[in-house]
């Protein structure tokens, strides 16, 4: 699970269930890191539902979300954004009761346009509404990301940190640095033995990378977007105005790097960088007990102590060969020792067959090769 902020509100006329709602949210575990009420006037309802001005039903709503106080809150959780909508349900009033009747609009919404809440339905959307409500966006709802101008394009490192500025992407940390044939391996660790492997570590460690970090809304799949496919060609055709149509000399030494996953960010900068954000990396799904359980593994736990001290079958096949067939292997190799057969590991076998409780099983490999105990052997001598 992801690290999230949403935006959250209660809409106008909803005063007598403000405790409520807020009463779910903290039975639900989420943190209110920001809560404060307010009135939309015209320009702010236009600013906050710009994608909707000019649409038919959006006078209603304009004059329902300035016709009294607001709620207005930023969440905080693991997976916040689908955690707070899952909540309060779907838009429809009608819906909610159907499939949701225990979500919050189910529960306390008049009609699907005065539904008691609202919730960001993406990062994105949750960055914008929290910044615009509250003024700035919290820094631990930006995503990360890895990037890297690879060895010998030192001419272009200026227009691809120009580019980056110009596309409102934010520098974080940056640094020149080589990469060393272990770096390379560790970095590109899942190629490591593959065909191409030899040709790309030589590349990546002919010279100085410049290492960054960015940060911004979606930035993973932004800045994947900006440098453009990974082959040259294709990024000439597709994405003519990417850094890699427009820079890159092949598809080996195609100018630049970026992580294709916020668990590939979390990684790469860790490894050049020593640390990733704590809100990037996911956390684990907590162990599920039930009382069941807790029961039989009291039952196991019992049953290993009862069973401590009882000898184990490799404990009696340990005592067996100890006090049997260790002792056989000794007098058949001092035999060996003394009479030097030409094929002494042969002349072994078959002794410890012919003195063991397998003399039927002796005689059908070998006729009498090896002597029982305290007997003459009839062999050649070396």
Known sequence: MTFQHTYAMIKPGYEEYWGKVVERITEEG??????KTMRFDNDFADQFYSEHVGKEFYP?????????????LDLAGPDAIAHWRKIIG?????????????????????STTENLCHGSDSIQSAIREITLVFGESPPDMLQHTYAMIKPGYEEFWGKVVERIIEEGIQIV???????TDSLADQFYAEHVGKGFYPALQYYMTSGQIVALDLAGPGVISKWREIIGPTNKEVAVEKAPNSLRALYARSTTENLCHGSDSEESAVRELTIIFGSAPAHMIKQLEPAE???????????????????KDVPTKADSKQKYLDSTVMPLVLEGISWIMKERPSD????????????????????????AQAPSRGSTPNVSKK
């Open 90 to 110: 779907p838009t429809k009033k009608e819906v909610a009761l159907e499939t949701s009747p225990n979500s919050l609009r189910a529960l306390y919404a008049r």
């Open 60 to 72: 209603t709503l304009q004059k329902y979300m300035t016709s009294g106080p607001i709620v207005a």
């Open 173 to 179: 940390q940056m640094k020149t640095m080589e990469f």
């Open 30 to 35: 989420m943190q209110i890191i920001q809560m």
């Open 289 to 307: 007990f039930n009382d069941n359980l807790v029961e039989e593994m009291e039952k196991l736990e019992l049953l290993a102590m009862e069973c």
């Open 344 to 367: 002494p590991v042969e002349h072994l076998a078959v002794y410890l067959l012919k003195n063991s409780n397998h003399e039927a099983e002796a005689e059908e490999i070998v006729s």
